[in-house]
């Protein structure tokens, strides 16, 4: 298949277009380089050696997508292009409904115009909001903390009508657990720019000794220890899961949720980093995050009975990839 992959520089797109990419398929790129670099484009030709096309487009702007699916036929799009800082959201909530909500519908338009019926969307499980875990695909939307939230629940019910006004379409929303980690070749992985807003990341920049120390948000959660309990999945586990969910699609609209199913405390995913990689990252517990929850952990069951796919990596191989990632990335900076 000839797939267009939006976002595809980014960190979970990177990943998925090599999984796409030895599975077999033709991938083209479209990605305005907002929050990435070109240089990723190389690496996952390097990895795979394989050829990709890369256009640098703002996936909101028409005329711009027009022309990329007037270049290629597409078979499917997978559409990861958007904004993602939940805290930036609460303090920029026009440009994220704008980049969010536009791209999605700009994208649905071309894929109507050129007959392109398979569209796979980045969701999160942040539109479970504060629901009781394990989330099930079947519970009901809540209202979310932040406008990012907002722009994943109001996109997945913009697909879901566009799904039930055209038989021939087959839709696959993904909603993504944690994901952390990176490619095993430690080419590839999570870069974000200024001080990291999550986890992990924070992690490997204190274990690499950039940042001093690592800040537990809250340790009076309702939970094993008290500290934020999240499903954690490898970024190769949740890439391949892109590629299942592209090979299984049917008409209609479907709901997945891509996570391990496990749900991991802040302290032990801090002890598995530790012990995995030999080395401290040294905490202390200061107050709660504003819009956390205590718990957030998948119904993976979905997933493995419609799709063939469950996580395959465990904590200890998320733990050791990010951190191979971070000391690799670090080397090429200097
Ligand atoms: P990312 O920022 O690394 O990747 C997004 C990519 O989209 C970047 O390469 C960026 O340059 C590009 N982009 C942004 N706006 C664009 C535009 N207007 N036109 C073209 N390209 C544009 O983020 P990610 O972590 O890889 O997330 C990918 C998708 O998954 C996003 O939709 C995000 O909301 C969703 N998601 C991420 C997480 C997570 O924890 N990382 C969790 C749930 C859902
Ligand atoms: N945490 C800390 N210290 C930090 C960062 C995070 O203690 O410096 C804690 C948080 O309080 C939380 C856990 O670590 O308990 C995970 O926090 P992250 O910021 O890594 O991830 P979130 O679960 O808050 O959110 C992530 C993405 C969202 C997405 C959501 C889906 O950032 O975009 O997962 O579950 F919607």
């Known amino acids: 298949m000839n797939i267009l992959v939006t976002g595809g520089a980014g960190y979970i797109g990177s990943h998925t277009v090599v999984a796409l990419l030895e599975a077999g398929q033709s991938v083209i790129i479209a990605d305005n380089l907002s929050n990435s670099k070109r240089e990723t484009v190389e690496k996952i030709m390097d990895i795979t050696n394989k050829e990709v096309t890369f256009y640098e487009i703002d996936v909101t702007d028409v005329e711009a997508v027009d022309i990329i699916f007037r270049n290629h036929k597409f078979e499917g799009v997978v559409h990861f292009a958007g904004l993602k800082a939940v805290g930036e959201s609460v303090e920029k909530p026009l440009e994220y409904y704008y980049t969010n909500i536009v791209s999605t519908i700009v994208l ?185 929850i205590a718990l957030c952990y998948a119904d993976a069951s979905k997933a493995k009975k419609e799709l063939g796919w469950t996580a395959k990596r465990d904590l200890i191989a998320m733990c050791r990839d990010a951190w191979r990632f971070e000391k690799n990335y670090n080397k090429q900076l200097v």
Not at 147 to 166: C, F, Q, V, W
Not at 232 to 259: F, P, R, S
Not at 274 to 286: H, K, L, R
């Open 108 to 292: 649905a338009k071309a894929c109507q115009k050129y007959s392109v019926n398979r569209f796979v969307f980045s969701s999160s499980a942040t539109v479970y909001g504060d629901n009781k875990v394990p989330f099930v695909e079947t519970m009901g939307l809540l209202p979310t903390t932040n406008p990012y939230g907002e722009t994943k629940a109001m996109s997945e019910r913009i697909l879901t009508d566009i799904a039930k006004a055209n038989p021939a379409l087959s839709i696959s929303i993904l909603r993504y657990f944690n994901p952390v980690g990176a490619h095993e070749s430690g080419l590839i992985g999570e870069a974000p720019t200024g001080i990291p807003n999550n986890l992990m990341p924070y992690c490997t920049q204190v274990a690499k000794g950039k940042l001093k120390k690592l800040r537990v948000f809250g340790n009076d959660y309702p939970t094993v220890d008290g500290t934020g309990v999240r499903d954690y999945i490898h970024v190769m586990d949740l890439a391949e899961g892109h590629v299942a969910a592209l090979e299984n699609l049917t008409e209609g609209v479907h709901i997945y949720n891509l996570g391990t199913g496990k749900g991991t405390s802040v302290l032990e995913l801090v002890k598995a980093f530790e012990e995995a990689n030999d080395i401290e990252v040294p905490y202390e517990i200061v107050n709660r995050r504003p819009g956390d």
